[in-house]
């Protein structure tokens, strides 16, 4: 079975403290995936890597980065953490779209910035 | 650009009662994924389509793809209270490494 492992379920933070989330995958995947989820707003993409070192920007990257130095570790980067990115954050992985392969997602981080 | 609808966005049912969840999306797609989502907790994957005309069954669910509808469709068989959660759609978005989600369907089944 494929495991996404988020290293933290419930983080807090202070406004402006650079703040680490870090996922880990056990299935040489290749595609892996950054959302966050809010009530009323769904599942929305910040970051996507594709392969170590690439990465692309999704649909609301503004206040974070993202960082895959090898291949089953993608870390999210919450540069100055403000109070509207308090969310819960969802990793996921992937092997390529076109294999069929659904979306394995981690248990979720809830970060609540203060 | 690749939009996805589901509907309806809530729904409350008796249990024993049989529902469908639609799922229409936008632009041209082969396949299309199935999740479920626990309270406060991360989503799951529940069924793959890869094909116009493709069904999965898995307990009180089926799940069917038409291609050429651009439609979905999460069928629920005599409702238990277990299946209670919110499901999503997904669809590849032709050409780049994304993923498009519906807005879910908060399921809520009645004792």
């Known amino acids: 079975d494929v495991k996404v492992t988020q290293s933290s379920r419930y983080l807090v933070k202070r406004t402006g403290e650079k703040v680490f989330l870090e996922c880990v995958q056990d299935m040489d995947h290749e595609n892996m995936f950054w959302y966050r989820q809010d009530p009323g707003l769904g599942l929305r993409l910040i970051y996507f890597s594709y392969d170590v070192k690439m990465k692309e920007k999704g649909d609301i990257p503004e206040g974070y980065s993202v960082s895959r130095e090898k291949k089953e570790r993608f870390s999210l980067i919450l540069e100055s953490a403000s109070t509207n990115q308090t969310s819960m954050y969802l990793c996921a992985s992937s092997a390529p779209i076109d294999s069929g392969s659904p979306l394995h997602f981690g248990n979720g981080t809830r970060l609540t910035v203060t | 650009e690749l939009k996805v609808e589901q509907n309806p966005l809530f729904l409350s049912m008796q249990e024993g009662k049989n529902y469908t969840i639609y799922c229409n999306y936008s632009t041209t797609s082969d396949r299309l994924y199935w999740y479920r989502q626990d309270p406060g907790k991360s989503l799951e994957s529940l069924f793959v389509?890869?094909?116009?005309?493709a069904v999965k069954q898995e307990g009180r669910l089926m799940a069917s793809l038409d291609t050429k509808a651009r439609l979905s469709t999460l069928h629920i068989t005599a409702a238990v209270h277990d299946l209670s959660a919110t499901y999503f759609c997904a669809v590849p978005s032709s050409g780049t490494y994304k993923y498009i989600f519906g807005t879910g369907t908060r399921l809520k089944v009645l004792a």
């Open positions: 389509l890869l094909s116009n005309g």
